[in-house]
Nanobody, 117 residues
């Protein structure tokens, strides 16, 4: 608990941008697949994007072309850059870490993203 520290959420208008950051201990960052999930009100938590230890990335179809995920190896931080935001992107966003082939073992505290129309 408390291993992943998120920052960067907030309120933005449609079409705006936000940048979420997730800082992890080096022992996790260097070994684990890092992911971003989101959970809209009353809905399930879904995967948004992931990055492997060697920097390969995957983003969900719903955000492809608008969101990018990247690793800052100097800061042990995973960044989710969100552009062209839509009201349907409104959710609590969670950072997670898992081993290859495994389920998330660590979660951040969550950060609220609200997109107004």
């Amino acid at each position: 608990q408390g291993q992943l520290v998120e920052s960067g959420g907030g309120l933005v208008q449609r079409g705006g941008s936000l940048r979420l950051s997730c800082e992890a201990p080096g022992t996790i960052f260097s070994v684990y697949v890092m992911e971003w999930y989101r959970q809209p009100p009353g809905k399930q938590r879904d995967l948004v994007a992931l990055t492997t230890t060697d920097g390969n990335t995957h983003v969900a179809n719903s955000v492809k072309g608008r969101f990018t995920i990247s690793r800052d190896y100097a800061k042990n931080t995973v960044v989710l850059q969100m552009n062209s935001l839509k009201p349907e992107d409104t959710a609590v966003y969670y950072c997670s870490a898992r081993r290859v082939g495994g389920r998330p073992e660590y979660w951040g505290q969550g950060t609220q993203v609200t997109v107004s129309s």
